[in-house]
């Protein structure tokens, strides 16, 4: 089963900037999409960012075009998230998620097959 370590989340204050990283099973890493997902307390659980596996195709929610940057380190094994210009609404708990081989972002929104511990993200005003 592949595992999906997140790291890289904190507290930030409105107008900063965190970086959340995503480590892979290398043997899985290069096939697969990868993602993040964020879930904010009394909300469902969200679509924020997907890159498909070999890096071509990217695409974010509409709510963090612009100030989040998806990336992904194939010597590392890692997907990272870049989040500029923090605001209060971003605050949540952040899941990084990966699919099967060359699964598209539409499919991939509606459910990836794996799934990280998440990583919790406080924004202050």
């Known amino acids: 089963q592949e595992r999906l370590v997140e790291s890289g989340g904190g507290l930030a204050q409105a107008g900063g900037s965190l970086r959340l990283a995503c480590r892979a099973p290398?043997?899985?890493?290069?096939?697969?999409?990868m993602g993040w997902f964020r879930q904010a307390p009394g909300q469902e659980r969200e679509f924020v960012a997907y890159?498909?596996?070999?890096?071509?195709?990217?695409d974010y929610a509409e709510s963090v075009k612009g100030r989040f940057t998806i990336s992904r380190d194939k010597a590392a094994s890692t997907v990272y998230l870049q989040m500029n210009s923090l605001t209060p609404e971003d605050t949540a708990i952040y899941y990084c998620?990966?699919?099967?081989?060359?699964?598209?972002?539409?499919?991939?929104?509606?459910?990836?097959?794996?799934w990280g511990r998440g990583t919790q993200v406080a924004v202050s005003s």
């Open positions: 890159s498909k596996f070999d890096g071509s195709v990217t």
């Open positions: 290398a043997r899985q890493f290069s096939s697969s999409a």
């Open positions: 998620a990966s699919g099967f081989g060359g699964q598209g972002v539409g499919p991939f929104r509606s459910g990836p097959d794996y």
